[in-house]
Every structure is written in structure tokens, then in C-alpha cells.
């Protein structure tokens, strides 16, 4: 089975000045790639600030503005669609299993957001069956490649992703 992705939400902490981000209030969230998954830390508006122009871009994977909810909310929130596009879009070309995996049920979301588009599939020399697809909004090709995942692996993967990203999909 392919590695699980391994998600740190560890606190609703400031990931600079370490002051508790209490429920209802705009922080930075972010995810930290790492050799196969990933990281999240937000960040109080008053040191992500005071970070140098442009870094937020290149130290990251992705970063979006969010707001840290009500305990009994979290399950209520969607995600917004250009997060779930961005992240999608960052995913190409990754080789890791789990990464695969999580590009591939994103692939599917938007698809069912009727953001995505199905085109054809057809198989590389290494035996991998890849979806051709378009992004409706700029047209723009994508690959995805098919991890044959089953219905509970899918259920999982789609899980993990709710929850890095805190809503649901
Ligand atoms: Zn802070």
C-alpha cells in the first residue's frame, strides 16, 4: 500500500511567534513540502507581514489566506476552488506515490466541479495508464496519472486532503 500521507496539523500556533490563533481569525496558512508529503503552519497576519516580499512564493508549496474556524464549523467550510486548482497544478509532474495519489483525487473533485475535464486516456511505455485533461477556465492540457486506487484508498486520500486543507471538498 502506498504511503499515507503524513499531515502535521500540530496546533493552532503561530508558526513564527508561537501566540495561540484563536477561532475566527485571518492567518497565512501554508504547506511545506517535504521528500514525500507534506507540512502545514499558518502564520499570525503580523509575521507573515514581516516576511521579505516574495518569500511566501518560493519557501512554500502553496500558501492561501484563510481563517481559522470554529471547532464546530470545521467540517462546513469548502475549500475554495483556486486553492484546489492551485494545488492541483503544483502536483504535476510529482513522482512520489502519495503525491500521485493526492493529484489524482484532487483531479477528480474538480471534475465533479465541473472545473476539470476529461479528455482520453492512454497508457506510457511503463505500463501507467494518464488521463488527458483540460482546465476549463485557461484551456490549459493536463496529465494526471491513474494510481488505480480502490473506493476506500480514494474515501482516504479525499479525507486527508479535508483535512490539510480544513474543509470540505
Ligand atoms: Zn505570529
Known sequence: ???????ARLSSRCGTCDVELPAGSDVM???TE??????RTDYCQACW????AGEGESEFFCTWQTRVPE???RKKLFVDNDL???FFERLAGAVEPAKVNFRFVLALVLMRKRLLVYGRSDRREDGSEVWHMVMKHTQAPHE??????????????SGQLGQILEGEL
Open 29 to 31: 496558512a501554508t504547506l
Open 1 to 7: 500500500m502506498a504511503k499515507e500521507f503524513n499531515i
Open 49 to 52: 507581514s514581516q516576511k521579505p
Open 71 to 73: 471547532p464546530k464549523a
Open 144 to 157: 494526471v496519472v491513474d494510481p488505480k486506487m480502490d473506493e476506500a484508498m480514494i474515501d482516504q486520500v
Open 84 to 86: 484546489l486548482i492551485n
Open 34 to 39: 517535504t521528500k514525500d508529503d507534506f507540512v
